[in-house]
């Protein structure tokens, strides 16, 4: 099963959520630390401090910025049936969230 090393807080790792989603993929999530010099299981797992990460069930390692790790999986794994609804429903949530109060 695929592994996604993130953060709640990271914008980037959210972008990269929102995606597998999208894609219908199961996926286990990895908590890091906030403090990169504190993510040896991060470093263990995939070689680098950053996130996010993916681990692909082969050990493939998709890393660096959130749109590169998002273009790979979209070169290797197609749109999930439910994609558009997905995608539909974050830009209503992002709608709401951005309206004035």
């Known amino acids: 099963m ?3 090393y993130q953060a709640e807080w990271c914008p980037y790792s959210h972008k990269v959520r ?3 989603t999208e894609l219908g993929v199961d996926y286990v999530i990895r908590q890091v630390e906030p ?3 504190d993510r040896e299981a991060l470093r263990e797992a995939t070689g680098q401090d950053s996130i996010p990460a993916v681990v692909l069930d082969d ?3 998709l890393g660096g910025e959130a ?3 998002i273009a790979q999986l979209d070169a290797l794994l197609p749109d999930g049936r439910w994609a558009e609804g997905h995608r ?8 709401v969230r951005l309206r004035p109060r």
């Open 2 to 4: 695929l592994e996604l």
């Open 18 to 20: 929102q995606r597998l």
């Open 35 to 37: 403090a990169r010099e």
């Open 59 to 61: 050990g493939t390692v």
């Open 67 to 69: 749109d590169e790790i």
């Open 88 to 95: 539909e429903q974050a830009a209503a949530h992002e709608r």
